[in-house]
Nanobody
């Protein structure tokens, strides 16, 4: 499974961006999709994730500003980011975790989000 992420860019603080990520093929019925981010010198952190049924989890730092959604028919996940802050600057990675007899995690290539103050 290949994941293609897009939608990053440069935005001023308070602005918005929408990230998209699509899987190259059907990824099965039991899975989670989501986004991590990594800023320079820091560990990768979970931003948001969504199950196939629509259950969501968010990092405390983005609650109320970011919204994750998915399109099961197109194996895609989206991250709407509003009221962006300079501390949101990072490379954002989409991922999908597949559950079956074994668990597999696939990663997208990352997309840069830069928020200027």
């Amino acid at each position: 499974v290949q994941l293609q992420a897009s939608g990053g860019g440069l935005v001023q603080a308070g602005g918005s961006l929408r990230l998209s990520c699509a899987a190259s093929k059907s990824i099965g019925s039991i899975n989670v999709m989501g986004w991590y981010r990594q800023a320079p010198g820091t560990q990768r952190e979970l931003v948001a994730r969504i199950s196939r049924s629509g259950s969501t989890n968010y990092a405390d730092s983005v609650k109320g500003r970011f919204t994750i959604s998915r399109d099961n028919a197109n194996n895609a996940v989206y991250l709407q980011m509003n009221r962006l802050k300079p501390e949101d600057t990072a490379v954002y990675y989409c991922y999908t975790k597949l559950f079956g007899l074994s668990t597999y995690t696939y990663w997208g290539q990352g997309t840069q989000v830069t928020v200027s103050s």
